[in-house]
């Protein structure tokens, strides 16, 4: 059978996506028998889109290119009409990340659940401000709610842990979260201004739409709250995680850390003792020689501490345009095999 998937949101991860089912159709069907068809697309910016026997993909991304909106198979809809009216039975919530009240993801999210659609998705808000109540819609309904591109992007961390690594118990999780700041320190250390290095960072499509939420730490935050909630079982709250960013690192204390063998890292910690939550985003010095150390540039990395297997460590991509639209396939790809 077809996945049926409506799109909610068109910017650079929908587009990933879109880039990455164009281009590896036929070896999705062949290798994993997993057909789609992306019947409905809802963007603020470049209108809505339907078509019940599927839109053609390479059209949408030609016309967002060369005309700044949709064109074809045009609908009057809202995003919350495209998931209500649509015959999709995936929605991808793919609006941008709002850390502050979820909005307007979570209502995404509820309409889909409601109408008994699975939803996946990378967007940070909804996942960390309302993971447990929504869990819970998506379970009363029969349908999932996939968010492994919220943490990390594509590099398997939620599905790791909830996979491979079952019948574990997550002690704690610690890492680097941000890419954004993992490059600015990068970058700095080579002897770029802050400033230079942010908006390197923005260009190459790493920061948040507002970067605040990458520099002072608050994206890292959101990451922390999330596998506390999905792994540890718990309810904590975002505004529990003592949080501080990197504005007030400077290039002479970057310099005096190489100096004393040792290197600045944001890094985000969420440790269960007992039941008692502790975790925390901050900068911290790590010795040149902890696995941390060399964790340069964009790239991000988190270790499990287990009770079974000890320590478990990946080191990958947290963000980026394929890499996040991968996140999606690899939950699309879940729901297919468990179809
Ligand atoms: N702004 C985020 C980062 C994107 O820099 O890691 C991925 O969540």
């Known amino acids: 059978m077809k996945q049926k998937i409506a799109l909610i949101g068109f910017g650079t991860v929908a587009q990933g996506l879109c880039e990455i089912l164009i281009n590896k159709k036929n070896e999705l069907a062949k290798k994993y028998n997993y057909r789609y068809e992306i019947v409905a697309v809802s963007d603020l910016r470049f209108g809505s889109v339907y078509n019940p026997d599927g839109l053609n993909l390479k059209r949408l991304l030609k016309e967002v290119k060369e005309k700044g909106k949709f064109i074809k198979d045009r609908v009057d809809w809202s995003a919350i009409e495209t998931i209500e009216k649509s015959n999709s039975d995936v929605v991808c919530e793919l609006a941008y990340t709002n850390l502050k009240d979820g909005q307007p993801a979570i209502k995404h999210c509820e309409t889909a659940f409601k109408n008994k659609k699975h939803v996946v998705t990378s967007n940070k808000g909804p996942a960390a401000l309302a993971y447990r109540r929504l869990k819970r819609l998506a379970d009363k309904n029969g349908v999932k709610f996939m ?67 990458d520099v002072k730490g608050y994206d890292a935050r959101a990451k922390i709250t999330i596998l506390a909630n999905v792994l540890m079982n718990v309810n904590l709250n975002m505004a529990e995680v003592k949080c501080k960013g990197i504005t007030k690192i400077t290039l002479k204390e970057i310099a005096e850390a190489k100096k004393k063998n040792a290197r600045w890292k944001l890094i ?13 985003v901050k900068p911290e010095l790590i010795p040149l020689d902890h696995p941390l150390a060399g964790v340069m540039g964009s790239t991000n990395a988190l270790t499990f501490t287990t009770d079974l297997l000890g320590d478990v460590t990946i080191v990958g991509k947290g963000a980026g345009k394929i890499e996040t639209g991968f996140s999606i396939l690899t939950d699309l790809l879940a729901l297919n095999n468990s179809e």
């Open 147 to 213: 968010i492994e591109g919220t943490v990390l992007s594509g590099t398997p961390v939620l599905n790791l842990a909830e996979g491979p690594l079952a019948g574990n118990k997550i002690i704690s999780a610690k890492g680097i979260l941000n890419g954004t700041t993992n490059y600015i320190l990068t970058k700095m250390e080579e002897g770029m201004s802050y400033e230079d290095a942010l908006k390197e960072a923005q260009k190459l499509g790493y920061a948040e739409a507002d970067p605040t939420n």
């Open 268 to 280: 985000g910690s969420v440790e269960n003792k007992n039941g008692k939550i502790k975790a925390y």
